[in-house]
């Protein structure tokens, strides 16, 4: 590859837009293209036109409504993923709808969400652009290769009564971002029933976790919920973190529970997986154990770090399995993971740092 003169910029980040909303191509063309390094290539109203474009422009990222005539989103990216993967943020109204069916897209490809401006919501134009061009900075950065559409696989069978005596001892907490969705779906489809409790930050915008959770809790023989404050720990028990909110785990008459808080964001991030890997640090020491899984950025590592300082014993998914390297590598680079290990062989690594306890 040609090296970059000296004194030139990078070329910008090549984008399709696909919404069969005229006003919202517009916005979302003007909206990206005041940042110099995104440049909106083209716009399609529907996936038949965006096919063609995909092919004649070959951009970097493509953002993609979801409820379009003809044809959704959704089915789009299940024909065309094993095709022609192509880094995807969706762009998608917050109804429960529109939630259900972005996170299903994350399992036929896309790699992240944005939603689409909601008054009534508080989420508004100038918001929803500067998190769309975060997104679409970090899918440009993706493993390509990585790029799938999952399979279904039957449903595990869930006990029909709950664990004796479940209150935690041990507690698990995982981190994840840009590729997460379906990473967390392949560590705690192989997890066990009798497995400790388990809290998890994953990034997010509002309106989209509890989806995601319902969908996990559906897919897998762990029971999987949003969590609200005053939750407690069980053992056979997920509690994915809110977005808008972050989350710590907090001792409470010899039993853990998850406080939530309205508090700002922390390194760019509400929830932040630094913020829940602390408090588990703290309030269960050597108990713990931590994982942190592909995304963007450095979120988790200190917390991570912390953990292993307290005894914990933690896990981070390696380079090659990853959408995107960059929390489990700062995590690695300063020593806050013990055993570094594909995505397939997460949970086999939970189970053993459970056993060596």
Same mark, same amino acid.
């Given at each position: 590859?040609?090296?970059?003169?000296? *004194? /030139?910029?990078? @070329?910008?980040?090549?984008?399709?837009? +696909?919404?069969?909303?005229?006003?919202?191509?517009?916005?979302? @063309?003007?909206?990206?293209?005041?940042?110099?390094?995104?440049?909106?290539?083209? =716009?399609?109203?529907?996936?038949?036109?965006?096919?063609?474009?995909?092919?004649?422009?070959?951009?970097?990222?493509? /953002?993609?409504?979801?409820?379009?005539?003809?044809?959704?989103?959704?089915?789009?990216?299940?024909?065309?993923?094993?095709?022609?993967?192509?880094?995807?943020? +969706?762009? =998608?109204?917050?109804?429960?709808?529109?939630?259900? %069916?972005?996170?299903?897209?994350?399992?036929?490809?896309?790699?992240?969400? &944005?939603?689409?401006?909601?008054?009534?919501? !508080?989420?508004?134009?100038?918001?929803?652009?500067?998190?769309? @061009?975060?997104?679409?900075?970090?899918?440009?950065?993706?493993?390509?290769?990585?790029?799938?559409?999952?399979?279904?696989?039957?449903?595990?069978?869930?006990?029909?009564?709950?664990?004796?005596?479940?209150?935690?001892?041990?507690?698990?907490?995982?981190?994840?971002?840009?590729?997460?969705?379906?990473?967390?779906?392949?560590?705690?489809?192989? %997890?066990?029933?009798?497995?400790?409790?388990?809290?998890?930050?994953?990034?997010?915008?509002? *309106?989209?976790?509890?989806?995601?959770?319902?969908?996990?809790?559906?897919?897998?023989?762990?029971?999987?919920?949003?969590?609200?404050?005053?939750?407690?720990?069980?053992?056979?028990?997920?509690?994915?973190?809110?977005?808008?909110?972050?989350?710590?785990?907090?001792?409470?008459?010899?039993?853990?529970?998850?406080?939530?808080?309205?508090?700002?964001?922390?390194?760019?991030?509400?929830?932040?997986?630094?913020?829940?890997?602390?408090?588990?640090?703290?309030?269960?020491?050597?108990?713990?154990? !931590? $994982?942190?899984?592909? *995304?963007?950025?450095?979120?988790?590592?200190?917390?991570?770090?912390? %953990?292993?300082?307290? *005894?914990?014993?933690?896990?981070?998914?390696?380079?090659? /399995?990853?959408? &995107?390297?960059?929390?489990?590598?700062?995590?690695?680079?300063?020593?806050? &993971?013990?055993?570094? $290990?594909?995505? =397939? @062989? +997460?949970?086999?690594?939970? !189970? %053993?740092?459970?056993?060596?306890?």
């Amino acid at each position: 590859m040609a090296a970059i003169a000296q *004194g /030139t910029s990078p @070329r910008p980040i090549r984008i399709l837009v +696909v919404d069969d909303a005229a006003l919202v191509r517009k916005m979302l @063309r003007v909206g990206l293209g005041r940042a110099q390094d995104l440049e909106v290539v083209g =716009s399609a109203r529907d996936p038949y036109e965006a096919r063609n474009l995909l092919m004649k422009l070959r951009p970097d990222v493509m /953002t993609l409504d979801i409820e379009m005539p003809k044809m959704d989103g959704l089915e789009f990216l299940r024909r065309l993923m094993p095709q022609s993967p192509i880094p995807t943020v +969706v762009v =998608s109204s917050l109804s429960q709808k529109g939630s259900r %069916m972005a996170i299903d897209a994350m399992a036929a490809g896309a790699v992240d969400v &944005v939603g689409k401006p909601d008054i009534e919501l !508080g989420y508004r134009f100038e918001e929803m652009i500067d998190e769309l @061009r975060i997104r679409v900075r970090n899918a440009a950065r993706v493993n390509r290769s990585l790029l799938r559409c999952r399979i279904p696989r039957p449903i595990p069978t869930r006990a029909m009564s709950p664990i004796v005596d479940a209150a935690a001892k041990r507690v698990i907490a995982i981190g994840s971002s840009t590729g997460g969705t379906e990473a967390l779906y392949e560590v705690l489809r192989d %997890m066990p029933i009798s497995s400790p409790a388990t809290v998890v930050v994953q990034h997010m915008p509002p *309106g989209f976790t509890n989806a995601l959770a319902s969908r996990l809790d559906s897919q897998v023989a762990l029971t999987v919920k949003e969590a609200e404050h005053g939750d407690e720990l069980w053992d056979g028990r997920v509690l994915l973190a809110p977005a808008g909110k972050q989350c710590r785990v907090i001792g409470s008459g010899g039993h853990f529970k998850v406080a939530l808080e309205s508090s700002p964001p922390v390194e760019g991030h509400c929830p932040s997986v630094d913020v829940l890997m602390r408090s588990v640090a703290s309030q269960v020491g050597r108990n713990g154990v !931590g $994982v942190i899984l592909t *995304g963007m950025g450095r979120d988790g590592a200190q917390g991570l770090k912390q %953990m292993r300082d307290a *005894g914990a014993r933690t896990i981070g998914q390696d380079e090659a /399995t990853s959408v &995107v390297y960059g929390m489990p590598k700062v995590a690695k680079e300063i020593g806050a &993971v013990e055993r570094q $290990v594909p995505l =397939s @062989r +997460v949970a086999d690594a939970i !189970g %053993m740092a459970l056993k060596s306890r």
